[in-house]
């Protein structure tokens, strides 16, 4: 099975390039399904979830081409509405095609997504908000049955809680319900506005009327489109703490600066002094780290997607620390092997009290989870010798490149095969 080994301590310093948005491509290359025209789409990220994605709409019958870096998707023939347990148990987002087969073709089965190590993260919430729209579903051996005898028929909907997915879903199916949808209590995640800028360029007609409520008035066909997805900001966050961990000094190139205003400002009261233009973030990591207290929130709060790397730059802060985890209730897995490594983590509940001035060691580690995997990568850039880390497929699962961008910046990272 591949791994990683890490060799410490570095300082990282240069520029890195941000690769495309996995969680903006995700509902967006579902989202191509609505469509019976060719749609060409640009910085998706060379990442497993996205090879899974394809595979999944190719499942589906979609034809699916690579030119340079552009993909080509058509799904004039694209027939089959079953998507199989093996592309799903993977990838949770692979719930995201349940929406547009059933505004398509009024039928779906889906596999539901199953566990997964950072909670049960269910799907009641998209099944709920699509019963709304007209679908009629049952839950038969580990499969959604879904369809809508009349079609989807646009209504009003509250969601109960923020749900990104469910969000997706649920704009996506909208697109082609008759008549008007209104959707509230919205998550508003730059992503989400990626998948409804996708969305108006393919001739969907979509409003946001508030802060967090959009309005769709469905539409019958939708046209061609050639689109660029956005930049990952959780990619940009995570090589922003690496810099403000090791006093290193960075370029973060491609990225919007103002979709990640919370983490800079975060940042830059931690102690990291921290420059921005149009599309490019520099930072220059301090010597004293300051202690914050921070809990995750739906954007614009901070993002549970960073909570794990934050965690480790809180291990090297001159005081006690706190993060509470409102999101995900399980997402704490990464602290047993941080501790391995020396740092002074304890949970109780959703609460994590993370001991400040931690000198890391190297130590032989087990990723857990995407997010997970990479905080251990930053732990061990700090560690003086040898770490290893071992289940890296959750890693590839997300960070496009991760060993080449570090290594390219000053960190020696080995992927042994
Ligand atoms: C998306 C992101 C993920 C990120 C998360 C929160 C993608 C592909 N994934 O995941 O990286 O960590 O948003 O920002 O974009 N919930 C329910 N019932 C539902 C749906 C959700 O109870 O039907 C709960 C979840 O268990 C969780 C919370 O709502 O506690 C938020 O989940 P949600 O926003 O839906 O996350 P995802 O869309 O799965």
Redesign the pocket.
């Given at each position: 099975m591949k791994k990683l080994e890490v060799f410490g301590v570095v300082k990282l310093k240069g520029q890195i390039t941000i690769s495309g948005s996995?969680?903006a491509s995700?509902?967006i290359l579902a989202a191509t399904l609505l469509s019976n025209k060719k749609i060409s789409l640009n910085n998706l990220p060379k990442v497993k979830d996205i090879e899974t994605m394809i595979s999944l709409l190719k499942s589906l019958g979609s034809i699916v081409e690579y030119n340079k870096k552009t993909i080509n998707i058509k799904n004039n023939k694209q027939v089959k509405t079953f998507a199989s347990y093996s592309l799903v148990k993977t990838m949770?987002?692979g719930i995201l095609v349940l929406g547009p087969l059933l505004a398509k073709f009024g039928k779906a089965k889906v596999s539901l997504p199953g566990g997964c190590a950072i909670?049960?993260?269910?799907?009641?919430?998209?099944?709920e908000a699509l019963s709304k729209l007209g679908v009629k579903y049952k839950i038969i051996q580990g499969y959604v049955h879904a369809n809508a005898p009349k079609g989807l028929i646009g209504a009003n909907i509250k969601f109960p809680?923020?749900?990104?997915?469910?969000t997706?879903n649920l704009i996506i199916a909208a697109c082609l319900a008759k008549g008007k949808t209104i959707l509230s209590n919205c998550?508003i995640?730059p992503?989400i506005k990626d998948l409804v800028n996708f969305l108006k360029k393919m001739g969907c007609n979509i409003k946001w009327t508030t802060k967090r409520t959009i309005k769709i008035k469905g539409v019958n066909t939708v046209n061609e489109l050639d689109y660029k997805v956005m930049a990952d900001r959780i990619e940009a966050g995570t090589y922003l703490i690496a810099a403000a961990l090791t006093e290193g000094n960075l370029k973060i190139r491609g990225i919007n600066p103002k979709i990640i205003n919370t983490e800079i400002n975060i940042l830059k009261k931690i102690g990291a002094k921290i420059t921005q233009k149009k599309n490019e973030i520099v930072i220059q990591g301090s010597k004293k780290i300051k202690n914050i207290n921070i809990k995750t929130a739906?954007y614009p709060g901070f993002?549970?997607?960073l909570q794990a790397q934050m965690m480790v730059l809180l291990c090297k802060a001159n005081k006690k620390s706190y993060i509470r985890e409102e999101?995900?209730?399980n997402r704490f897995m990464h602290v047993a092997e941080l501790n391995r490594m020396g740092a002074k983590i304890s949970i109780k509940g959703n609460k994590a009290t993370i001991q400040g001035n931690i000198k890391f060691k190297a130590a032989e580690l087990m990723a857990t989870d995407l997010r997970a995997s990479v905080s251990l990568i930053l732990a061990a850039i700090t560690s003086k010798g040898k770490s290893i880390i071992n289940r890296i497929y959750h890693l590839d699962r997300g960070y496009e490149d991760i060993e080449k961008k570090l290594n390219k910046v000053g960190a020696k990272i080995k992927r042994i095969n």
């Open positions: 996995k969680n995700l509902p949770r987002a909670g049960t993260r269910p799907v009641d919430i998209h099944l809680k923020i749900s990104v997915g469910a997706e998550a995640e992503e739906p993002p549970t997607d999101i995900f209730e």
